[in-house]
């Protein structure tokens, strides 16, 4: 377990990950050590008011001299709208972590089921990068929830890895309107998995993330343990 740590950190670099999410660089003050799934509490100030959220890390745990950050806009939230209209490229923020509970090292099976909806994509990535460094890593099996095409995240990185014979990836997209990938809803597609002997994770809306733990459930997998990681 990484000791939780109270530092600064600088936002090095933003870019547009889809029409709606951004990847946020940041550098720390110190070394940065955490395991994969772990999340991270900012601390922005704005107009004399500190907005505190926490965002789940999407970089690799290898690295600890920097970590990226997957943010999703949300036009009621507090934080994100000012994200978007201000450049917070330079700035220096306070940060507190690692946290969480559901982390890579929590995860022992030989077989990984790693599911993320919307942005929950980014937390995914930084498991599959650990996972895969692991020799005794038998299959990683990997599926995305999204909105519309453009709204897959990390995909690049997603396509890299599925060229691994260990690893499979799919896409799943809830416009109907399109034909390029599986529609509806990861629950849809899951019929073919074997999750018997497995680890399972799942990252996203609390609401999606139920549902598909059910769906999976009733499969009846013998030894399968869940990590379930819910935001709102």
Known sequence: MNPIKQLAGTI??????????????????????????AFVNTFF???????????????????????????RLSLQGELTPLLWERDFTGETIKLMGPLGLNTADKMHAKKIYLFGFGVGAGVVKSLADHMMRRSELVSLTLATGNRTIEEILHKDYFDIIATDPRVTVKYVVSDTNQTIY??????????????????IYICGQGMACNALQTAIANHQPRNCQFFIEDFH
């Open 182 to 199: 599986p529609d509806g809803y990861i629950q849809n597609h899951i019929r073919d998995y074997d999750f018997n002997n497995a680890d």
């Open 45 to 71: 100030e704005h107009n004399g008011k500190t907005i505190r959220r926490a965002f789940s890390i999407s970089s690799s745990d290898s690295d600890t001299n920097t970590f990226t950050l997957s943010i």
């Open 12 to 37: 090095t670099r933003v870019c547009e990950l889809s029409p709606s999410a951004r990847e946020y660089t940041i550098t720390p003050s110190e070394p940065f050590p955490f395991t994969a799934g």
